[in-house]
């Protein structure tokens, strides 16, 4: 596989992308009102040290969730949008394997997601930290925990939602439906957060952490393969209308 | 350059092209002409290696069209431009040639002096910052050959690039394709317009499913759509038409205007007219008139497929 065509693509759509306001939009809008919406809680009501202890990793965890939301966006556009546009036969006829093509794709969708959802993660700590920096006597963040949860977690769970989202605009036709079964990639990570809110999976516990972050590494090789197995470029041209 | 023998695709139960066969020389345009639904489009894309045959075998180049190995290599030596021409609405015109330059492995030096080189031959270099969506159907289908030229190949595949385009821009693109004939480019086209086939093709191909005729389009008018005589007599009077049904040929007569369908009117002409003077009849002009692409093209598609 030849990265660099990959790449050609992947500029392609950063291009294509700026130009696309609602893309945009959709990309910065979720983590900045989830980062001042979730600092918000923190500053409208006193809540004690050892509460906060467990609220914080699990406010963190939301960028997991999110990284589950936001890629939708971009990902499952990507192949149906150059369906729905018909901008695919001609780069199918083009020299570049069907591999370079979703990988193309998959960076696309990657970069400008994880970018946002940093981006966002980082403005919550900020923001967290000024708020709880009287309770605790310090800075909560960054600690190690977060670190594997924003650095770790969310790139896995970005990349397994922008893998699955290729693999569902692969099979489906219309962008519509694509970004809605593109959507359901939340609910693991909603389930995860759900189990640890009640204390099933502890998510202020480091081994839980990195236990969680290796089977989203596994789902992600998994997929990749998903993704290539189903992208049929002869079902695409012929059966799509 | 291009050879197809015994191509055939079947969607299922539906046979889309069925044993087709064909020859394109080096530097020669081809037209594929048929009418909807006849296998035309998957030709092509079986051709650029867009989807799969089912049976037979075709080369581009020397290069096998059902190999994956090969499949890349004809990509690379091929220009396409399907019925949809597939630009980015949300890039502009210069955006657009560089993706597919990069695509296309085109060095960075050569990639923009080639852009500005095709964009000014299509009247699209003033344009070259403007968003595609913007550009009216004949300057997307212009940007749409000039994406299909951008790595100089020496195969191209046009899939309609004239249908719904105003005379001037359907112009345009016909110049251009001349251009290509030029060059030595070896040219496949898929088209409806019979007239636009007759005027650049060197060699057309009459397909409904299965292949109904090839050759040059005056081999096709002369072979296939037949050729009549027409006699003008001073008086039609009732001697001459005894004599004429006596021949047992296919005409028609209007008035005192005889036409006579034949294979061949120079060797029956003699015997015609001979039967005409026979009995009696004066001739004021016989003439030979050859048929049209147009009659070749709706005799052949109407015909059964020979199996």
């Known amino acids: 596989m030849r990265l660099a065509k990959s790449w050609v693509i992947s500029r392609k759509d950063f291009k294509a992308f700026r130009r696309k306001k609602n893309v945009l939009y959709t990309l910065l809008i979720f983590p900045i009102a989830i980062s001042i919406l979730l600092s918000a809680v923190l500053t409208v009501k006193q809540i004690p040290a050892a509460q906060l202890s467990s609220l914080l990793p699990a406010f963190a965890f939301f960028y997991v969730i999110l990284a589950g939301v936001v890629p939708t966006a971009i990902a499952s556009y990507t192949i149906v949008g150059e369906k729905v546009e018909k901008t695919l036969e001609p780069l199918l006829a083009a020299p570049v394997t069907d591999g370079e093509i979703l990988l193309g794709k998959g960076i696309s969708a990657f970069l400008p997601s994880i970018l946002a959802i940093f981006g966002g993660s980082i403005l919550f700590m900020v923001l967290a930290d000024l708020a709880t920096q009287n309770t605790f006597g310090y800075y909560y963040f960054p600690n190690v925990n977060t670190a594997l949860t924003i650095f770790l977690m969310v790139p896995l769970a970005t990349l397994m939602s922008v893998e699955w989202n290729v693999v569902v605009s692969g099979r489906v036709t219309d962008v519509r439906i694509a970004q809605q079964l593109g959507g359901l990639i939340v609910l693991p990570f909603a389930l995860i957060y759900v189990l640890g809110e009640i204390n099933v999976i502890p998510l202020n516990v480091t081994n839980n952490l990195l236990i969680i972050s290796g089977i989203l590494a596994l789902i992600d090789v998994a997929l990749f393969s998903l993704a290539r197995e189903t992208f049929q470029r002869e079902e695409i041209l012929t059966k799509w209308k | ?307």
């Open chain 2, 1 to 307: 350059m291009i050879d197809a023998d015994g191509l055939t695709k079947k969607f299922g139960d539906l046979t889309a092209v069925d044993r087709l066969t064909l020859h394109v020389n080096e530097g020669e345009i081809f037209g594929l002409l048929g009418p909807n639904g006849a296998g035309k489009t998957t030709t092509v894309r079986m051709l650029c290696c867009l989807i799969s045959k089912t049976g037979g075998s075709a080369r581009i180049a020397g290069y096998d069209v059902g190999s994956e190995a090969d499949s890349l290599k004809i990509r690379q030596l091929i220009g396409f431009v399907p019925d949809n021409v597939g630009l980015y609405d949300a890039l502009t015109a210069y955006d657009n040639l560089d993706f597919y330059g990069r695509l296309y492995d085109v060095p960075d030096d050569r990639r923009n002096e080639k852009i500005r080189q095709l964009l000014e031959m299509l009247d699209l270099w003033e344009k070259k910052d403007v968003l595609v969506g913007t550009f009216s159907k004949g300057m997307r289908q212009k940007l749409a050959l000039a994406r299909a030229m951008i790595h100089e190949p020496r195969v191209l595949f046009f899939d309609e690039p004239t249908a719904n385009l105003d005379p001037e821009a359907a112009k345009t693109v016909r110049d251009f394709i001349l251009d290509l004939k030029k060059q030595k480019r070896t040219i496949f086209l898929n088209t409806h317009n019979l007239d636009e086939a007759r005027r650049v093709c060197d060699k057309i191909g009459i397909l409904n499913t299965s292949l109904r005729a090839l050759g040059s389009p005056e081999e096709l008018e002369r072979n296939v759509g037949g050729r009549a005589t027409v006699i003008v007599l001073e008086k039609l009077t009732d001697d001459v038409r005894v004599a004429l049904k006596g021949l047992h040929v296919d005409m028609d007569i209007v008035e005192n205007e005889v036409t006579i369908r034949l294979e061949s009117p120079e060797k029956e002409n003699p015997s015609i007219l001979d039967a005409v003077f026979r009995a009696g009849g004066r001739v004021q002009s016989a003439t030979i008139v050859g048929s049209t692409l147009e009659d070749a093209y709706i005799k052949l598609v109407r015909k059964e497929a020979v199996p």
